[in-house]
């Protein structure tokens, strides 16, 4: 079964610093890995995904992620935060089953970003 | 292109009374998700549908959540009756096709709150 960890329900950055989310997952098979947005009221939006190939995967706003398949590890990082990053981020796992592509989502990361 | 539309975006019932929520999701898309978000957590999966079959429907609670997707396009989610427990923002996804690494859209949501 796939799991999915996100150490830090919130993180509180300065405008202009790094962030850096933490994501581990467990998975039985070689994982397709997910990171989306949910801004105030809204839908989530994806960020960026990992699927096959390179393992350093950049996304929109600046993100990027890394897949370390010895770490189990997905974290996701953007150099020098802005205001409007202030936002909820999910961490999500999928394996193709026979039951089709579920995800598995972490518990989220809330993000508060400081002037 | 249009998204993935929700609605009621609130609605607040009391236990034991009966609400249903509807979804379109994006134009073409064959598969469509439900997700129910607790508040605090991440979005766990209540079914998915492939065109207007049932794909995987192991987290739904049967007792009392229905769903259907008639002619493979729009999507009705039924609870009955409701509980205190159900609480909660209840999002729609789409995805063009079902495939492990394919992106789901989602919809605002709708936010459900039972006194």
């Known amino acids: 079964a796939q799991s999915v960890t996100q150490l830090g329900s919130h993180v509180s950055v300065s405008e202009g610093a790094l962030v850096l989310l933490r994501c581990n997952y467990s998975s039985s098979v070689p994982p397709y890995l997910f990171w989306y947005v949910q801004y105030p009221n809204q839908g989530l939006q994806l960020l960026l995904k990992y699927t096959t190939g390179a393992t350093l995967v950049k996304g929109i706003n600046g993100f990027e992620a890394e897949f370390k398949k010895s770490e189990t590890s997905f974290h996701l990082t953007k150099p020098s935060a802005h205001m409007s990053d202030a936002a909820e981020y999910f961490c999500a796992v999928s394996e193709f089953e026979a039951a089709g592509n579920k995800l598995t989502f972490g518990g989220g990361t809330r993000v508060l970003v400081k002037p | 292109e249009a998204g993935v539309a929700q609605s009621p975006r609130y609605k607040i019932i009391e236990k034991r009374q009966s609400v249903a929520f509807w979804c379109n999701p994006i134009s073409g898309h064959a598969t469509l998700y439900w997700y129910q978000q607790i508040l605090g957590q991440g979005p766990k999966l209540l079914i998915q549908f492939q065109n207007n079959g049932v794909v995987d429907d192991s987290q739904l609670p049967k007792d009392r959540f229905s769903a259907e997707r008639l002619k493979g396009v729009d999507s009705t989610l039924k609870i009955q009756p409701a509980k205190l427990e159900d609480s909660a923002v209840y999002l729609c996804?789409?995805?063009?096709?079902?495939?492990?690494?394919?992106?789901?859209?989602f919809g605002p949501g709708t936010r459900l709150t039972v006194l």
């Open positions: 996804a789409s995805s063009l096709v079902a495939g492990a690494s394919n992106e789901q859209f």
